[in-house]
């Protein structure tokens, strides 16, 4: 695949001006203007140099100029990390079995996926142009964790080996460990592990129903009580068996509340280690499954991938006995466990302010209109409309997350979607008097920012790598301490989609800015369906945002019937 190109210094300033401007006054935008005229004359080209020489040896190692900065960026958050960086994903699974069948199918299947990479069996995956994507976010199938240490946490891989592989099953807080291959590195039959979830789903937790709270605290306390708790031997062989299992499930009893599950899925105390790559959490009551994703080493179009596979994988329904279910359980001593249950109930607090809710807006236009148009287009400019009718004044900046997988060690860039253009369309909307024309032109100015994130053209990544390498010579350019700078890199709305929802329905995550709304958005159908993710005591008026979401959609609609 292709190294991951440094955009020309030229280019990136220019897209750079362009998106900054719609969330700007007239007076700062001539200031920001001539701090970047300043930079491309005085620090910008060597900087350039300084990151294009950089990107050249990283590209010989067979890494990306922004890789190991951008794990790095994971690994330095301290907080905790399902309040910050994971990712909840309710799973579209097929299939009418119910319970625990349904559970022992789903963690059969996409055990079978997980094993078929550590014996080398998946095919390459490719782009509809025929580029390869880059295989190496598929290490997460080997399991490992996240573990916290002082400062900077540090992800250690899962084994290598398919054969005799274990996976952690939670059941109301308490873990078990479950084998889950054969000494051919094939997974247990449905039947077999249909049998021993059961016997997880029937046990009492028996006093170990914390287990995994400190896994939720944040990397600096949970780094300080790891080092505590694994002076114990014991609980340093059962952390390497936590560490080594392939993948952790939760059996829940949530209802079928889509919306509260996917909630506590990713926001609830104690559902798995919330360090390991994924949890299977399953719900035994509602039928309902989501995945609990440690966002470290990946990301959510490599799940949709492993997920699509897991749906297609033929399940062994061969009747075979059950696997044993070994409880697992730290030995604590009084003070530990009291400093844990601390952490755990100011983190319980923390987390109990957060919501997910779902919107489904029928957009009234038609299936197929005369011209092309791009649904991320149309929902990136419904969701402007509501931010711009739910707090009035000027726009705020929106990032959007483009897949990069094309290239190596690709991770994600970002589309900035709100352009002069979408800014004048979505005004227009309000008032009542948008025309076909501005309709076009938000279409061309969003195609255009698509174009330049796929080429490795995006902005923001380059101008990370800029500030990179500032900081390695000691450098504070005034272009990064611009407030435009700040106001275009704070997002009120961080927003991504992965397209239809065939393998998954939606997602919900921790919003990236304080006062913020995450949004997983998706179209299937003539529906346009926006998931929210919010602090409650930042938006007791969230009604507001989602009656213009729907508002939005009609005036969106009607002027796309217009235009056709």
Not at 79 to 86: A, F, K, R
Not at 161 to 176: Q, T
Not at 211 to 231: E, K, T
Not at 468 to 483: S, V, Y
Request: include cysteine.
């Amino acid at each position: 695949m292709r190294a991951l190109p440094v955009p020309p210094l030229s280019g990136t300033l220019e897209r750079y001006r362009a998106a900054a401007d719609p969330l700007l006054t007239a007076a700062e935008r001539a200031a920001t203007a001539a701090r970047i005229e300043a930079f491309s004359q005085n620090e910008g080209p060597e900087l350039q140099a300084a990151l294009e020489a950089f990107a050249a040896a990283e590209d010989a190692a067979g890494r990306s100029w922004l890789s190991e900065a951008w794990l790095a960026g994971y690994l330095t958050t301290r907080g905790p990390i399902t309040l910050t960086s994971n990712v909840g994903f309710l799973i579209n699974w097929p299939g009418s079995a119910t319970g625990i069948e349904r559970a022992a199918d789903l963690v059969h299947r996409m055990a079978s996926v997980h094993l078929a990479w550590l014996r080398g069996e998946l095919p390459d995956e490719s782009t509809p142009r025929g580029d390869v994507l880059d295989p190496q976010q598929l290490r997460y199938l080997a399991g490992g964790l996240r573990h916290p240490r002082p400062g900077a946490d540090e992800f250690i891989e899962g084994p290598a080996a398919a054969a005799d592989r274990e996976i952690v099953v939670f059941r109301d807080g308490a873990p078990y460990a479950l084998r889950i291959s054969d000494r051919a590195g094939r997974p247990l039959s449905v039947p077999a592990l249909a049998a021993a979830l059961a016997e997880v789903a029937g046990r009492d937790p028996q006093g170990r129903a914390g287990f995994s709270h400190l896994s939720y605290v944040g990397s600096d306390p949970a780094a300080a009580l790891l080092d505590r708790l694994l002076a114990d031997e014991a609980n340093a062989a059962t952390y390497r068996r936590l560490t080594d299992a392939l993948f952790a499930v939760n059996l829940a009893d949530d209802g079928a509340d889509p919306d509260d599950h996917l909630r506590r899925a990713i926001f609830e105390l104690g559902r798995g280690w919330a360090y390991k790559p994924a949890t299977y959490d399953i719900d035994l009551t509602g039928n309902l499954a989501s995945v609990h994703l440690e966002h470290t080493v990946v990301d959510g179009a490599t799940l949709k991938r492993v997920v699509a596979m897991a749906q297609h994988a033929v399940p062994d329904t061969t009747p075979s006995a059950a696997p044993e279910c070994e409880p697992l359980q730290w030995r604590l001593d009084p003070s530990l466990a009291d400093d844990i249950d601390a952490a755990a109930r100011h983190y319980a607090k923390r987390a109990g302010d957060y919501r997910v809710r779902t919107v489904f807006d029928p957009l009234p236009a038609p299936a197929q209109p005369s011209f092309k148009l791009s649904l991320d287009g149309v929902q990136q400019w419904v969701m402007l409309f509501a931010q711009l009718a739910y707090h009035g004044g000027p726009p705020r900046s929106t990032y959007e997350a483009v897949d990069m997988r094309e290239y190596r060690a690709g991770r994600t860039e970002c589309l900035r979607p709100v352009t002069a253009e979408a800014v004048a369309l979505a005004r227009s909307l309000q008032t009542g008097d948008a025309t076909p024309e501005q309709l076009f032109a938000a279409l061309s100015a969003h195609k255009s920012w698509v174009i330049a994130c796929k080429t490795g053209n995006g902005i923001d990544r380059h101008l990370f790598g800029l500030r990179m390498m500032a900081a390695r010579d000691g450098w504070t350019p005034e272009l990064f301490t611009d407030p435009a700078y700040s106001r275009l890199t704070t997002d009120f709305l961080s927003t991504t989609s992965l397209g239809g929802p065939h393998q998954l329905l939606r997602f919900a995550f921790a919003p990236t800015s304080a006062g913020g709304i995450g949004i997983s958005y998706s179209a299937d159908a003539g529906v346009l369906e926006f998931c929210l993710s919010y602090a409650e005591s930042e938006h007791d008026d969230i009604d507001v945002f989602a009656r213009a979401l729907a508002d939005g959609t009609r005036a969106l609609g009607d002027l796309i019937t217009r235009a056709s």
